[in-house]
């Protein structure tokens, strides 16, 4: 069984703050997935990053992909409230069947007015 | 579009009774999933569905059975409910293209409590 731990587990944080969510893996994986999830529905895609060392961005929000394809980080540049909610990382590829994907156990993360 | 549809919303079940979660999708995918998502613990694969016609088991299949019922329609039963199957339910679709750039779409999932 392949793992993906996620740090920090929960975050709290103040409007305007940065933060660095990580998502770590002693398995490789041929591509990483960031979810983010909002109470009472289902995740929503953000990004997938395929290329060790792949750097991509969607506004606030910067995703990293580890040279050696086992990590990744969410980095958040001045936190809205609008970004509260479950962040969730999922590998592709490596010893999963198909199209399976592996998910981390998330990052909750609150931001505070 | 309306995605990926799952009823019911919500379902209270007594330990030992049956019930079934139903799932469907509009996007014409041919990969469906169910997926259990508990408090710490991520997401985790019970069964799933690479084309009509095809069922496999996941990481947590126990206690469950899935019917691809077309291309459009996949459900998950639990045939003797029991509280260790207390959670939250989301089946997902996807279109696979390359293996490495697959997306996912969930539906907004279904809370059971069992009791």
């Known amino acids: 069984t392949q793992l993906l731990e996620q740090s920090p587990q929960f975050l709290s944080i103040q409007e305007g703050e940065n933060l660095t969510v990580y998502c770590n893996s002693s398995?490789?994986?041929?591509?990483l997935q960031w979810y983010r999830q909002e109470p009472g529905e289902g995740p929503v895609l953000l990004v997938t990053?395929?290329?060790?060392?792949e750097v991509k961005k969607l506004k606030r929000l910067t995703f990293q992909f580890g040279d050696a394809r086992k990590d990744s980080s969410l980095h958040i540049t001045a936190a809205q409230p609008g970004d509260t909610g479950l962040y969730l990382c999922?590998?592709?590829?490596?010893?999963?069947?198909?199209?399976?994907?592996?998910f981390g156990g998330g990052t909750r993360l609150m931001v505070k007015p | 579009n309306a995605g990926v549809t799952q009823t019911p919303k919500f379902q209270v079940l007594k330990t030992g009774q049956s019930m079934t979660l139903q799932c469907a999708q509009d996007?014409?995918?041919?990969?469906m999933y169910w997926y259990r998502q508990d408090p710490g613990m991520g997401l985790r694969l019970i069964y799933y569905?690479?084309?009509?016609?095809?069922?496999d088991k996941g990481e947590v299949p126990n206690g469950y059975n899935v019917s691809r019922l077309n291309k459009r329609e996949f459900s998950l039963r639990l045939e003797s409910a029991a509280p260790s199957q207390t959670s939250v339910y989301f089946c997902?679709?996807?279109?696979?293209?390359?293996?490495?750039?697959?997306?996912?779409?969930f539906g907004p999932g279904t809370r059971l409590l069992v009791l």
């Open positions: 997902a679709s996807s279109e696979p293209g390359t293996a490495t750039r697959e997306t996912q779409y």
């Open positions: 398995s490789v994986f041929s591509s």
């Open positions: 990053v395929v290329t060790g060392g």
């Open positions: 999922a590998g592709a590829g490596g010893n999963n069947a198909g199209n399976m994907l592996t």
């Open positions: 996007m014409n995918h041919n990969s």
């Open positions: 569905s690479a084309s009509e016609g095809t069922t």
